[in-house]
């Protein structure tokens, strides 16, 4: 082989490396970019979509100099199969590298079995499904914007009410279309009330006490009478808690005792309403309180950690379920002991929800200890086991941690589980209600 033959070989061999490696450049190029485009779609992290972009446009800029290098060569080389081998491969490239794109990213249901709804790319405090029409869902988004749905989460439409922190927003279950809501738009009212589903809302706080200054009632907690739908309790900032008996018109604080604790979770017993729990949290230290007199006198339980939410089985009004900041908690004696239910890992718990259709199913969302991963649990056996429905990694998502006491929701049909996540609107899931935790 003379010298000649071998220096165009090793040309030859060039250029096939060169257009293969174009090729890679610009496949990776366009996978970037359509990861770009989905960040910026679902998140809202923008330096997030803008670095993917920069990212894109770099190797496609390497991806051209490369292609251009490859293709001079082959011209010099006065070889026009090999010329027409390298644009055939640039021609390759980018069918090939867009084959998978069918217009849904990778992360777009971030979650097996997990669907996105909305609001795109924000932040959820807290949601509520109607108990009397599952399809319509209410929600408190970032910058204490109340929203709803109708169609089961496809689409939104603000109700023009800001609310508190929170996002307390309670649906009653017996009269249509009425929903509470608390809101913190200084000084003016600061629970709502409307009568035909949040299209338009009148103040319902007249005589709620304030707390500093006597000017802001701070409302904390809501809960409804579960036989008397006009007979509501609430919870504030000054301390205590209060009681309206004509659907919010008026009120006056009903505790005698235990006045200067700020109440953050109101459950009533669904058979004997004089029996009430209320919780407070503050930092990582709190405590359980039972009334059995409509809520005029209180004391503790034996549960000192900082409650999150507390749910009571509709069926046996014994068993109770408080979710920590720490851990979840079962009692079936009324509240006289308890035993925490282990998940079989350390998981800080939050929301806490019962499926309305069968109670000894639960739903636990929170985050596992000391990472930003956040799992949604869920058991069959009113907390003796416990099966994964959902777990997200922060390094892959934006969803982060299914952290807050209200951003977890299963409509009554018990086929649809809802929870917010902190930057990326809120999931359904219509197949968690056949999963069924270890024997």
């Known amino acids: 082989m003379t010298t000649e033959d071998r220096g165009g070989d090793t040309r030859r061999t060039l250029v096939w490396g060169l257009a293969v490696l174009a090729l890679l450049l610009v496949g990776i190029g366009l996978g970037e970019w359509h990861t770009s485009e989905q960040i910026s779609k679902e998140s809202s992290e923008l330096w997030a979509g803008l670095s993917e972009a920069i990212l894109a446009l770099m190797l496609f800029f390497a991806g051209f100099i490369v292609a251009l290098s490859a293709l001079v060569l082959a011209l010099t080389a006065r070889r026009a199969r090999a010329a027409a081998l390298v644009v055939l491969a640039i021609a390759v490239a980018v069918p090939l590298a867009t084959a998978g794109d069918s217009g849904e990213s990778a992360t777009a249901p971030r979650i097996e079995g997990w669907k996105p709804l909305g609001p795109g790319g924000k932040g959820v405090n807290s949601i509520v499904v109607d108990p009397r029409t599952p399809g319509t869902v209410y929600a408190g988004i970032d910058s204490d914007e109340a929203v709803k749905s109708t169609d089961g989460g496809e689409s939104w439409d603000g109700l023009g009410i800001e609310l508190n922190e929170a996002?307390?927003?309670?649906?009653?279950?017996?009269?249509?279309?009425?929903?509470?809501?608390?809101?913190?738009?200084?000084?003016?009212?600061?629970?709502?009330?409307?009568?035909?589903?949040?299209e338009s809302w009148t103040g319902a706080n007249r005589g709620l006490q304030g707390g500093e200054g006597g000017l802001d009632p701070g409302v904390t907690a809501i809960a409804l009478h579960p036989a008397r739908s006009r007979t509501l309790y609430a919870a504030t900032q000054a301390g205590g808690i209060y009681r309206s008996t004509n659907g919010g018109r008026s009120w006056s604080r009903v505790s005698r005792d235990h006045n200067k604790i700020v109440f953050q979770a109101i459950a009533i017993d669904p058979k004997r309403p004089s029996i009430m729990y209320a919780g407070m949290a503050e930092a990582f230290s709190g405590r359980l309180f039972k009334s059995t007199d409509g809520g005029r006198s209180w004391h503790a339980l034996p549960l000192g950690d900082a409650v999150v939410s507390i749910a009571i089985d509709p069926r046996m009004p014994r068993t109770v379920y408080v979710s920590s900041t720490i851990a979840t908690y079962k009692s079936v004696d009324a509240g006289r002991s308890w035993k925490e239910l282990g998940f079989g890992r350390d998981i800080s718990s939050g929301a806490l929800a019962l499926d309305p259709s069968r109670p000894d199913t639960l739903y636990v969302a929170g985050s596992a200890a000391f990472t930003d991963q956040g799992v949604v649990?869920?058991?069959?056996?009113?907390?003796?086991?416990?099966?994964?429905?959902?777990?997200?990694?922060?390094?892959?998502?934006?969803?982060?941690?299914?952290?807050?006491?209200?951003?977890?929701?299963?409509?009554?049909?018990?086929?649809?589980v809802y929870v917010g996540t902190p930057g990326a609107g809120i999931l359904v899931c219509e197949t968690c209600w056949g999963v069924q935790s270890p024997r």
Request: charged share 25%.
């Open 377 to 416: 649990l869920k058991s069959t056996n009113g907390g003796r086991s416990w099966a994964t429905v959902a777990s997200t990694d922060h390094k892959v998502s934006d969803i982060d941690a299914f952290f807050g006491e209200h951003n977890l929701a299963v409509d009554s049909t018990g086929r649809r």
């Open 167 to 198: 996002g307390l927003l309670v649906v009653d279950p017996a009269p249509p279309r009425v929903v509470y809501a608390a809101r913190t738009d200084f000084p003016n009212d600061f629970v709502m009330k409307s009568t035909d589903g949040g």
